[in-house]
Each structure stands twice: as C-alpha cells, then as structure tokens.
C-alpha cells in the first residue's frame, strides 16, 4: 500500500549529466520565494513561501534542494546507502536552482491574495513541487509549502531555543508487523492539523501580529499585513499530501475547496466521508491510482456534484513533482520520473485544471474559466474519472 515505490538505483555509470530545468512560471506577476520557520520545537511550521514579486535585478535564485542532508534524506527514502547514494544525488542536483526571487520585494495587492497551503507527498519536503507552486504563485495567488514533522518527509528539522541548534526529524518507515493504516492515520491527522495551523498563522500575519521567522530571513512578514484574502483560502497536496487536502477540508471550514495531486486515499477512515462539506478537484496520473482508492473519491463525487476526478494520461505519480523536469537516466532510474507524456505539458494540464476549480470555488474575478473544460475532463491528454472505468463509456 505505499504510495511511492522506492526509487529503483542502478550502480553503472552516470549515464550522462543529469540536468534540472524548472519550468519559469507563465502568470503575469513574478514569483519571489522565502523559507519561514516559526517555533523552536516540533509544534511549529516549517514552509517554504511562494508569493507574487516585483522584479528586481540581482535577487538570487534558492537551491532546489536546500541542504546537502535533503540528498542524505533522499537516498534513505529510497533504500540506498547515503554514504554513496547522497554524494551522487548532490553531484547530480545539488547545485539546480528554482527560477524565481529569493526573498524578492513583495508586490503589494490591496484586495489581498487568495492563499493555498500545500501538502507533499511520502518522502518529499517542502520544495519539490516548486514548479506547480511557483505557477500558481505566478497568477496571483500565494502558496505555503509546508514540510510536515509528522515523519513522513525524507527528512527534516526545527531549530531549538539554544542558538544555532537544530534537531532533524528523520523519515520513519512503517515497522515489521506494525499495522500500516494506524501508523499512516496518525500521520495524516497530524499534516492535516498542520495545515491548519499553517492557516492560523496566515491570519496572524495578515491582521499584523509580529511572527518571528527562526531563520531570520531578509523579508519582512509585515509587508504581508492586509494582502491576504483569508475568504479565499484552499489546501493542495500530492498522493499522501492529497489525502491530507481531503482531510484539512473536515477539519478547517476555512478551507473552501481542495485540490488533491494523485492522491493516496488509503489512510483515511471510512467514516470521515460523510464528513467532507466542501467540492475537490482530484487530478490523477494514468499509472498510480487503484480501483480502491479511486472508489473512495467516488464516494465523494456522488455526494457533492461539485467535485471532479480527472485522469492525466501519459502520466506516472512523480510527473506532478518537479523531478519530471530532471534529464539524464541516472535521476530517471532513481525517481522513476517520466511518463510518456512531455512533462511541460502535464505541468499545464495540472495547473489550469487547479486554476479553474479555485476559481470557481474561491469566487475570483480572473480569466481562469477559459480552462473550465478540464475538469470535465474534456481536452487533449485528460479524461473524465480514471481509465479503468472507461471500458463502460
């Protein structure tokens, strides 16, 4: 039942220089970037902020993979020995950056943006999904990344009171025979309530409460005060982070709709179902999904009309992460990344499908509607439902 295979690793040879070219974002506004810390124990949050910037020469472009021990975290996902596997992984990708401003100016709005707190999937961390964040960000909207403490990010880590310490929140695996739904069903009610506080803290900074940022960062959280629409706010997340945008919808009526990436069902108890008021969007990639997990999104459509399953064809469970943008086998071999279909192309599909349900469900006044028809799952590479059940159109 777990959701994300460990990466199958060859030992041979590089197989070619590995390359990782994110996307640039195709909105209007530029997207600036910043990591927020807040709390010195486990309690706190952890995320990485993508939010609408104003072009300035000079600002830096983050790393994709912050810190060396996210390759060590990595390689532990995925079964290997970190000693040979992580120096790899930072040879290959170590020194790839996400196209967008660190700590950029902010670019003020006076109607204040919609908010969506993401969730990430089993073994990621907060900045794998920088692609769909940062086109996200890029028509207006601001995102929070969080990486969860519930340890099911490969790694992670707060830093406590005692200057300069850090303590890391190692991945823990589901033990010999340890019953695999508890375990999981703890931890996705543990990321849900994470973003919910993720949202409380939002609303600190919106209304001008002083937060302190642990990683003092250079941008200012009080710029943010006022330009946060908090009656538009959604949760998104991929596979385990889907499941937990499904379960922050029970748990928060201030999320107003959910947008969840191939999500991974499993872990939620049969009787939160009836409990799920608000419509989702669920965007599924043709290889990962079974009959079980999609049955229990039915169980949410035939309740509320507004939430759409769609299926992307051509895609495998990593192409909504950005390692579908990484060339060379070797990555290729590790993460599995690549469907058949171009990786740009899903990345379009899974952002103008979200774009258009959190305008609807959000009520915002832009042009997104102009890709309404996806999620009927009408258009090139996307059907309605999942393919197994296509036999019966």
Known sequence: ADPMPPPRLGCGTMGGMQSLALPLAKGPHHVG??????????QGLFLRFFYPCLPQAGTEQPLWIPRYEYCSGLADFAHRSWRWCAPLLSIAIGSCRVPVSWNGPFKPCSSGYPLVIFSHGLGAFRTLYSSVCSELASWGFMVAALEHRDHSASTTYFCTAEAGREEWIPYRRVLQGQKEFYFRNKQVHQRAEECVRALRLFEDISSGKSVLNVLHQDFDLSMLKDSI??????????????????????????????VALDAWMFPLENALYPGVPKPVLFINTEKFQTPESVAKMKRLSSRNSQTKIITVLGSVHQSQTDFTFLTGKLISRIFGARGTLD????????SRAALAFLQRHLNLEEEFDQWDSLLEGIGDSVVPEAPFCRSNL
């Open 229 to 258: 629409d908090l009656t538009k706010v959604a949760v998104m997340g991929h596979s385990f982070g889907g499941v937990t945008a499904v379960l922050a919808l029970v748990k928060e009526p201030g999320f107003r709709c959910a």
């Open 33 to 42: 970037c910043t990591d927020v810390m807040v709390g010195h124990t486990r």
């Open 343 to 350: 990786p740009y192309k899903g990345l379009d599909i899974t």
